[in-house]
């Protein structure tokens, strides 16, 4: 196929999916790893990670890498498809989401997403983690599927984030949003008997957090 044609081929895709690219959403519109290869050595593509490119004359925005992870977790179905699998498919969690959510100072050097069934990969830049989350757990961020704020909290206090850096991370969160209070008491309660409170008292754990941060419950 010639380069231009390629790459007209791929305009729809790109367009949907923030100037981004699989090379199985390519090869199912007939451009081959080959056409991919030479529009990234003409310019005309730019390689993020294995098998996901992105138009060269697309704005690189934020998040790239983990937009690239995410399309490359599910690599030949378009990013508008996915998005209706909700808590089923597959979501972006742990720091990587406090840093969607901009709350805390977190900055994994991997993309942390969460699946129903069990996933691996070689990639040191991208970690699984296979759990249940329910229809409440999930939102959309910046485009993407991610943990919320609630969950996203419980997650940090969960992979035993030291709880200073926990606390900063719900001090901003709910100055950004509506934090759902008693939700994310209910997600902290299973956590509470290893931070030194009563098993299941969410709410002694929640109140260690708000010290922490200087805050109470009166908002």
Known sequence: MKARDA??????????QWGMVT?????ARGVT????????????????????YKNAG??????LDVRA????????????ERLSDGHR???VSGQTAAWLHDIGDLRSNRAE????????????DVHYRQRDLSENDVTIRDGLPVTTPERTIADLVADRTDLSVVANALRDAIRKY?????RLEADLAPLAARNGHRKGDGAAMLDQLLAIAGMDREL
């Open 33 to 52: 790893r080959l056409d991919l290869s030479r529009l990234a050595d003409a310019g005309d593509l730019v390689r993020i990670s294995q098998g996901v």
């Open 178 to 182: 509506d934090l759902d209070l008693g």
């Open 89 to 91: 498919g597959v979501v």
């Open 7 to 16: 790459l007209r081929g791929l305009a729809e895709v790109t367009a949907s």
């Open 69 to 80: 992870a995410w399309l490359s977790s599910d690599p030949a179905r378009l990013a508008s």
């Open 23 to 27: 090379s199985a959403q390519a090869a």
């Open 58 to 63: 697309a704005p690189s925005g934020t998040y």
């Open 113 to 124: 997403l969460s699946t129903p069934v069990r996933r691996q990969t070689q990639r040191a």
